[in-house]
């Protein structure tokens, strides 16, 4: 549903730029300012304290002769600093024969590397080489520079949260005519945010068309696609929503390699415009294809139905799991940074082998005993593995399970609602689980934030947390599966 546009943000890779030296600044001076590591660090307007110190404990042999430097930023967690924090974080600084480089000792245990180098002395250029994402790094290099990177962040938040969101209302309308008039409009709403923001030139104009607008087309999209599953599908049903829900990490591998190409080659604009003519021309196919085997059942809303999801036991209780399941599932999602992620987007093929192979099983064994099992495992990795890992080797391989277990998460959910719904009910109840789990996938940042405020930067209650939530969260939908099936171990359900 939403990896690949979270992918377009987050990808890992080399990222460089190329600036004009301003008149006033002759190449002696640039130089000298690179060298002067107390000046680079305090162009950058969040940190709050430096002080010297011994080199970090995963520093290479070449690193540790180096010159090194704790800094203390101060980080946003919530828009307009209403809840704010600090993180530390370790720097060691090399002087090069023409420039500066840098290694960044980020508090999960991953490590970025910058370096400055003045070329072409003719046309005083200062090159500029991050490791960052490829989207993030033209925000903050180019579009956005005058903003943080906290503030840049909340254009992916906003993705999800309206993603997520939309889903009670996109659910009504796919109940009441069908698949085909959501999935026009969810094109025709996510093409043209994509188009807009190869125009944009503005924070708000990025929020408005990436964020809010194109996001609001992907519910619409996801909505039709899994919505008419269960109307073709009685067997085999888990194995069809796993394909289905495969296609959008399929393009968070696909998307991301072709943007790192385009971007460096084309520029932002070209690149969003082509990805969004690719899009297009897909989202054609799938209006001509997608349909459901019933006919739409217009009829009028009444607050009876309305209402009669939040009168179910079992329905509440799944909502509630998922609802907390969210929480732990996106701190990992959020805080893990990209660099870590493997070489070839090593979550996100993960993540499509997690979603199939749920689906295929949840055929043989039960779409709510894979469910349980697959997010159980998940806060297992996070309590046993995640916590421990305090390089970027650990991390890579927690990455990777990570996405493997929890591919059921969006695989099995609207599997998970059939089980309990009528049909004519599915769109809108299917639509509900996903808005209060947005709620989740919003808050999640800022709560998490809270709790490394609360522990002086570390990471570990974060990670508690986030464990810990996926463990209860499993275990709320584990009593949906109790109370339909009893305590019969070898139920298919």
């Known amino acids: ?45 969040l940190v709050i304290d430096l002080q010297r110190c011994e080199p970090h404990e995963h520093a290479p042999e070449a690193e540790r002769d180096l010159i090194w430097y704790e800094i203390t930023d101060k980080v946003s967690y919530l828009p307009f600093d209403l809840l704010s924090g600090q993180v530390k974080y370790k720097a060691c600084f090399k002087d090069l024969p023409m420039g500066l480089q840098t290694s960044i000792y980020a508090p999960l245990g991953l490590r970025t590397q910058n370096k400055w180098t003045l070329e072409d002395q003719d046309e005083l250029q200062l090159k500029e080489d991050v490791s960052i994402g490829e989207f993030q790094a033209y925000y903050e290099q180019n579009l956005l520079r005058q903003y943080s990177s906290s503030k840049i962040s909340w254009i992916p ?134 349909r459901s085997r019933l006919p739409p059942n217009p009829r009028n809303l009444s607050k009876n139905s309305l209402m009669r999801p ?39 093929l993960a993540d499509l082998f997690g979603r199939l192979g749920a689906g295929i099983f949840a055929d043989k064994i039960g779409s709510y005993n894979i469910f349980v099992v697959v997010t159980y495992i998940a806060g297992i990795l996070v309590l046993a593995l995640w916590i421990p890992a305090s390089n970027n080797s650990g991390t890579i391989v927690f990455a990777v399970l990570f996405g493997f277990a929890t591919g059921a998460y969006v695989a099995l ?37 809270a709790i490394l405020q609360y ?33 019969k171990l070898n139920a298919i359900f």
């Open 1 to 45: 549903m939403f990896s690949y546009l979270s992918s377009l943000l987050t990808v890992d890779n080399n990222f460089t730029s190329t600036s004009p030296l301003p008149s006033s600044v002759s190449p002696k001076r640039a130089i000298d300012i690179l060298y002067d590591h107390v000046t680079m660090i305090k162009l950058n307007p």
């Open 157 to 290: 938040s906003l993705q999800i949260f309206f993603m997520f969101a939309m889903g009670p209302i996109a659910g009504q309308i796919y109940d009441r005519l069908g698949p085909r008039y959501l999935l026009l409009g969810g094109s025709l709403l996510h093409v043209f945010g994509l188009m807009m923001t190869s125009i944009s030139k503005r924070y708000y104009q990025i929020l408005l068309s990436q964020g809010v607008c194109s996001a609001i087309g992907v519910a619409a999209i996801f909505q039709a696609a899994v919505s008419c599953i269960p109307s073709w599908f009685s067997k085999k049903r888990g194995a069809v929503y796993g394909i289905v829900s495969s296609g959008s990490s399929i393009g968070g591998v696909i998307f991301p390699i072709m943007i790192s190409k385009l971007i460096t080659i084309l520029g932002f604009p070209w690149t969003m415009r082509i990805c969004a003519f690719m899009i297009l021309f897909l989202l054609i196919v799938a209006n001509l294809t997608v």
């Open 413 to 449: 959910a609207p599997g998970l609602v059939v089980k309990l719904s009528p049909f004519a009910e599915i769109g809108y109840r299917t639509g509900l689980l996903f808005l209060f789990a947005s709620i989740s996938g919003l808050t999640t940042n800022p709560i998490a934030g």
């Open 310 to 348: 939040f009168h179910e036991s079992k329905m509440m209780l799944l909502i509630t799991g998922f609802f907390i399941l969210t929480f732990g599932i996106f701190v990992p999602m959020n805080y893990l940074v990209t660099a870590a992620m493997a070489e070839g987007m090593g979550r996100n």
């Open 455 to 487: 522990s002086g930067g570390s990471y570990t209650g974060m990670k508690i947390f986030s464990g810990a939530l996926l463990i209860v969260g499993s275990t709320l939908v584990l009593g949906v599966r109790l109370r339909q099936t009893g305590l």
